[in-house]
């Protein structure tokens, strides 16, 4: 009979912690700002921002040495290109650098003054680049834009000096090999559809430690010995429905959230979105509660509310890094994989973009998914025995 007493306890002692932490967060500006705020409007100022996936009439300077038709060519089909804008014409190459430190342009086209005379000659014609390699968008726009504007007048001049004499000629001598441009995974070549779906998951774990560690200072602030759990509370006696109380209340919020996040925001603006409801969730389970026994076990670790606001956003770039999505994952160093198996969103990402930008099946992020439970139960245990250690601090305070 003491077994099912100590169930029903155990019950009931549990939902009374869910209520009071539920009721917590309600009351907590900050813990709000973090859980329900920051999740909302984050993902949607992210998505706006790059919504346009690419840029377009990057503005640039011309130094045209050579005053050809062939010169005055090369401009127009630049300047009628959509990624680049012929903004300035410049004297000569110092001009053109003082238009650059000033930005008013971000890159220079320089055409030498025998760029004609060499093309006549049947010998290579040449154009020199220079790009501001501070925002890679800009530099990827000028330099593919010359590549090809190159590539379509070197066509031009071969066939129209090759003395072919029929058009189905001419097309085999300007392109002997042909090949179909199809690309995958991310259709619009945008930097949205790339790397936004990591930095969703990401934010669901940054918000997740972060409401859950300024929840846990203001529990500090208000329990004497700066302690996780009230002084000598008969519902805070043990470890299991302190732990499972607070986890239930931290995943109803973030059942609505995470569906926020991974469903919802890539639908409006037109992401790739090639998994199934189902498979999202198989994968939300173990990568929200992943998180959220983390989100604990920070929050042990951090002494004052402050604290583990600059932890987490310390650590939020180098955690984008090591997820393998903006940087290759086997270009990362060895010590920082390591340090990469620490965190859920290292999976949690990899896993979410290969389900849902790249169509994978479950059977193919089987190792994620996998090590996202290992985080659960490895995570829940740490957790089981941090609160333990604060019901045993609890006991020694005296008054």
Not at 164 to 187: G, K, M, S, W
Request: proline content about 5%; hydrophobic content about 50%; overall charge neutral.
């Amino acid at each position: 009979m003491s077994i099912f007493h100590n169930i029903y306890e155990g019950i009931v002692n549990t939902c009374f912690i869910w209520r009071k932490e539920m009721i917590q967060v309600m009351k907590d500006e900050g813990v709000l700002i973090f859980f329900i705020l920051v999740p909302l409007i984050y993902p949607l100022l992210y998505s706006w921002i790059y919504n346009n996936e690419t840029v377009h009439d990057v503005p640039v300077c011309v130094v045209d040495q050579s005053h050809s038709s062939l010169s005055r060519q090369f401009i127009h089909m630049i300047d009628a290109s959509a990624d680049v804008r012929v903004a300035y014409y410049a004297q000569d190459l110092d001009e053109a650098k003082s238009l650059v430190s000033r930005q008013l342009v971000k890159g220079v086209y320089l055409i030498p003054s025998d760029f004609e005379k060499n093309i006549l000659r049947m010998e290579q014609g040449t154009v020199s680049v220079y790009c501001d390699m501070s925002l890679m968008l800009t530099y990827k726009a000028i330099f593919q834009t010359v590549q090809l504007v190159t590539m379509e007048m070197g066509k031009e001049i071969q066939t129209k000096l090759g003395g072919h004499y029929t058009a189905r000629e001419e097309v085999i001598a300007a392109r002997p090999l042909d090949y179909a441009d199809v690309p995958i995974f991310n259709p619009q070549g945008g930097y949205g559809s790339f790397v936004l779906p990591a930095v969703l998951m990401l934010i669901l774990q940054q918000t997740l430690a972060l409401g859950i560690g300024l929840s846990a200072g203001t529990s500090r602030d208000e329990n004497i010995g700066r302690c996780l759990i009230p002084f000598r509370d008969p519902h805070y006696r043990a470890t299991l429905p302190i732990v499972f109380g607070k986890a239930a209340c931290y995943l109803m919020i973030y059942g609505v959230m995470g569906t926020w996040l991974v469903a919802a925001v890539p639908r409006l603006f037109h992401f790739p979105q090639l998994a199934e409801w189902t498979t999202l969730l198989a994968l939300m389970i173990p990568y929200t509660l992943a998180c959220i026994f983390f989100g604990m076990v920070v929050s042990c670790m951090v002494k004052y509310r402050e604290n583990v606001m600059l932890l987490m956003v310390f650590v939020s770039v180098p955690l984008l890094f090591l997820t393998g999505v903006s940087w290759p994952q086997s270009n990362i160093p060895g010590m920082w994989q390591g340090v990469s198996w620490l965190f859920p969103s290292t999976f949690g990402a990899r896993a979410f973009v290969r389900l849902n930008s790249m169509g994978a099946s479950l059977g193919d992020v089987l190792t994620e998914l996998r090590i996202l439970w290992i985080h659960v139960g490895c995570y829940f245990l740490i957790t089981l025995c941090v609160y333990r250690f604060q019901i045993y601090r609890v006991s020694r305070i005296k008054l």
